[in-house]
């Protein structure tokens, strides 16, 4: 298939009219952001909406871009190392942040960087407002706790002292989707680590993220052996696809090693050489 089924037109000026919209076409209507997910599973058939809503014109949803924001850059260098290695710059000036996340492909690397940060997802519906923790807004491979008539409007993350994070990624070349990526965010209270977070992208981790790597580090010294071990528990516990980037022990054994590296270096840019 090379074009898309028919389908109706209407451009959002606000988050109101935009949820007015979603409410009118009750089910039929699809919001259209940057396009670069939903526009080709429109052309494959995957996906037939009656009506694009497109939000693109919203004001309210033109937040900090994360390439360019020196603070964003300072307070979570995880997702400017993240969105660096994110297709190239045509994709990347046009594809939107809350798209990625709502499209929830499971090799999407925003997904796993904003996990790693423990982020809040704020969806707005007709009636009210939710605040989710982006670790309960996935519900599995393109799913995502958004229902019908809502849509997301806000990523919120936490900005807390004592901590740094990373985002590493193997690609077969530059630009095009992971093979593995992990972000890594870490919170220390002098060697201690207080807080963590591990998300990865493309190895078949649940909700995107190492639950038990992280549970295994909460508390514990900085070491080199304790990041290694991290690595090796959240290997143990990931599912990678088999496809044609690659088998899953050759993917376990990169989950491994980027989790560890990635640790390593979100410890060393919170001042901690390890
Ligand atoms: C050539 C190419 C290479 C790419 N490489 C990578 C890569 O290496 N890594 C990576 O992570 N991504 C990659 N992407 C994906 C890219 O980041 C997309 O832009 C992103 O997945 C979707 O964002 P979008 O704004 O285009 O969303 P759209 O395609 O417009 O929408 C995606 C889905 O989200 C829904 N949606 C959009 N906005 C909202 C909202 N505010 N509230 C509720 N639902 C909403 C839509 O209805 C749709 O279901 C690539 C894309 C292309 C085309």
């Given at each position: 298939m090379q074009v898309p089924a028919q389908f109706e037109?209407?451009?959002?000026?606000?988050?109101?009219?935009?949820?007015?919209?979603?409410g009118k076409y009750n089910g039929a209507g699809r919001l259209i952001a940057g396009g670069h997910s939903l526009i080709p599973m429109m052309k494959?058939?995957?996906?037939?909406?009656?009506?694009l809503i497109d939000i693109?014109?919203?004001?309210?949803l033109g937040g900090i871009s994360l390439l360019d924001d020196d603070e964003v850059a300072q307070l979570f260098p995880i997702l400017r190392d993240a969105e660096k290695v994110i297709a190239d710059p045509i994709v990347r000036n046009r594809g939107t942040v809350g798209g990625s996340v709502c499209q929830a492909d499971p090799s999407e690397d925003l997904s796993a960087a904003f996990s790693?940060?423990?982020?809040?997802?704020?969806?707005?519906?007709?009636?009210?407002?939710?605040?989710?923790p982006l670790?309960?807004?996935?519900?599995?491979p393109y799913e995502t706790v958004v229902g019908p008539g809502e849509l997301l409007v806000e990523l919120r993350v936490p900005v807390r002292t004592g901590g740094s994070s990373a985002f590493l990624k193997v690609s077969r070349r530059a630009g095009d989707w992971a093979v593995g990526a992990v972000g890594a965010a870490v919170w220390l209270d002098g060697d201690v680590i207080t807080e963590v977070g591990i998300g990865l992208s493309a190895l078949g981790a649940r909700n995107f993220v190492a639950v038990e790597a992280e549970d295994f580090l909460r508390g514990r010294s900085v070491?080199?052996?304790?990041?290694g071990e991290a690595g090796r528990i959240a290997a143990e516990h990931c599912d990678p696809p088999v496809d044609q980037r690659g088998p899953a022990d050759?993917?376990?054994?990169l989950a491994?090693?980027?989790?560890t590296r990635a640790l390593q270096l979100a410890c060393r840019r919170a001042g901690r050489e390890v």
């Open positions: 037109y209407e451009r959002a000026t606000s988050i109101a009219h935009a949820v007015q919209l979603l494959l058939r995957l996906a037939r909406p009656e009506v693109n014109e919203v004001a309210e790693a940060l423990r982020a809040y997802a704020v969806v707005q519906g007709p009636e009210t407002q939710r605040i989710v670790r309960d807004f996935f519900v599995g070491s080199a052996d304790v990041l050759y993917k376990r054994h491994a090693t980027l989790v």
